[in-house]
T-cell receptor, first 113, second 111 residues
Framework: DTGVSQDPRHKITKRGQNVTFRCDPI?????LYWYRQTLGQGPEFLTY????????KSRLLSDRFSAERPKGSFSTLEIQRTEQGDSAMYLC???????????FGSGTRLTVV | LAKTTQPISMDSYEGQEVNITCSHN???????ITWYQQFPSQGPRFIIQ???TKVTNEVASLFIPADRKSSTLSLPRVSLSDTAVYYC????????????FGKGTTLSVSS
């Protein structure tokens, strides 16, 4: 297993367009998290899955954001009608109760122009 | 809001030991303390996790006093490549509840 994989690494989109990011977690990990990070700030929690169930969602997450994790494997994060304020690094992490800590992917950097 | 407080920045020189202290006054009984390291344009990387007393691995040591209201990450003999942001977090490892990051401590190592 090569760790948490995120695709794409970079995405430039025009304001108003929809974008979708993919995260492939470590296969043995049943927990998956999405975070967003802007320059100079720590990662900001967006949402959390245990297997296929979305158990937690940040109140900061607007209705334009939606995440799925079908079959408890990979996950997708979709942003509809992107705004310039959505420009950030989107990080995915996975974990299990058997091992300490999260394993993060390298992130997807979104730029909305 | 993050459950932890840590210095915004620290400076050090190569070869020195660096200790970063984190305050977590409201830590819960089931919470573990975890530290991450982050380089620019990369995701955070797990460094070490502990519950009480002392934990040591190949890269760092974590000291936790009996009251668990603070913890200290110790990096022995830092090098330029240790320049990064270090985050201290507390959370229930078994429950899986999402960890909340603060702004972290930016460590700058000079030669």
């Amino acid at each position: 297993d090569t760790g948490v994989s995120q695709d794409p690494r970079h995405k430039i989109t025009k304001r108003g367009q929809n974008v979708t990011f993919r995260c492939d977690p470590i296969s043995e990990h049943n927990r998956l998290y999405w975070y967003r990070q802007t320059l100079g700030q720590g990662p900001e929690f967006l949402t959390y899955f245990q297997n296929e169930a979305q158990l937690e969602k940040s109140r900061l997450l607007s209705d334009r954001f939606s995440a799925e994790r079908p079959k408890g494997s990979f996950s997708t994060l979709e942003i509809q009608r992107t705004e310039q304020g959505d420009s950030a690094m989107y990080l995915c992490a996975s974990s299990s109760s058997l091992t300490p800590g999260y394993t993060f992917g390298s992130g997807t950097r979104l730029t909305v122009v | 809001l993050a459950k932890t407080t840590q210095p915004i920045s620290m400076d050090s020189y190569e070869g020195q030991e660096v200790n970063i202290t984190c305050s977590h006054n409201n830590i819960a009984t089931n919470d573990y303390i975890t530290w991450y390291q982050q380089f620019p344009s990369q995701g955070p990387r797990f460094i070490i996790q502990g519950y009480k007393t002392k934990v040591t691995n190949e890269v760092a040591s974590l000291f936790i006093p009996a009251d668990r209201k603070s913890s200290t990450l110790s990096l022995p003999r830092v090098s330029l490549s240790d320049t990064a942001v270090y985050y201290c977090l507390v959370g229930d490892r078994q429950a899986g509840t999402a960890l909340i990051f603060g702004k972290g401590t930016t460590l700058s190592v000079s030669s």
